[in-house]
């Protein structure tokens, strides 16, 4: 049976001189404070499930190269994030705080279980992706151009792809990259830009040598 905690105040509101009865009215108001901050803190994290949780998903995703361990991670990130909801204070740092708690539970999963890193694995979607019209060869050339791109993502350091991720899949700003990965905005800027350079390193031989 669940008391409302506005039904526990109006019994601790009831007068008493005795030493006890105020003790009880304490334990009371403790119990309809905890009842309330918990009922707040689920509302909360509802909010950011519905707004977040498909973009935590996909991010983890990409970090853990398996979509359903990734939806699993997903739960886990939530979570934990229930678990330290009164850590957070600050509105506009919902979000990195988020992807820092994903990023966590990315690196524990990847260590305890082994994740292969490609991000699409064999007979992945990539395969099976609608033609918009092309011709075989156009299909065949663009699968090939969004493998080689997954290959050079994959070999980048874990922190640098994780930085890349959330600032061009997830637009982060490098203020946020920086809030959610523990880093200086400098940092972020620097590994960005290491990442892109090899990104764009990698497009260019590959466009170089396609015939």
């Known amino acids: ?20 009865s105020s ?16 009922g707040d803190a689920r509302s909360v994290l509802a909010a950011l499930y519905a707004a977040h949780a498909a973009g935590i998903q996909r ?10 361990l990734a939806a699993d991670a997903t739960q886990e990130t ?10 957070l204070r600050d509105d506009q740092k919902r979000l990195p705080w988020l992807f820092g708690i994903a990023r966590n539970v990315s690196l524990e999963y990847r260590k305890a279980r082994r994740v292969a890193r490609g991000r699409f694995a064999e007979g992945d979607s990539l ?12 299909q065949v050339l663009g699968r090939e151009a969004a493998r080689v791109v997954t290959r050079a993502l994959d070999d980048l350091p874990e922190e640098r792809r994780a930085a890349l991720l959330l600032r061009f899949d997830h637009a982060l700003s490098y203020d946020e ?8 905005v400098a940092k972020a800027k620097v590994e960005v830009f290491r990442a892109r350079e090899v990104l764009r ?3 260019g031989k590959y466009e170089g040598g396609a015939p």
């Open 1 to 20: 049976m669940t008391i409302a905690p506005d039904a526990l105040l109006s019994a601790a509101d009831v007068p008493d001189d005795t030493v006890e």
């Open 78 to 87: 939530f979570a934990r994030a229930f678990r330290r909801l009164d850590s």
């Open 23 to 38: 003790i009880v009215s304490g334990r009371v108001r403790a119990v309809a404070r905890t009842a309330a901050v918990a």
């Open 177 to 184: 990259i920086a809030t959610a990965l523990g880093w200086s």
């Open 201 to 203: 390193d990698v497009v």
């Open 59 to 68: 991010f983890l995703r990409d970090l853990l190269g398996d979509a359903t």
């Open 127 to 138: 395969d099976e992706a609608p033609c918009g019209g092309r011709s075989p060869e156009a």
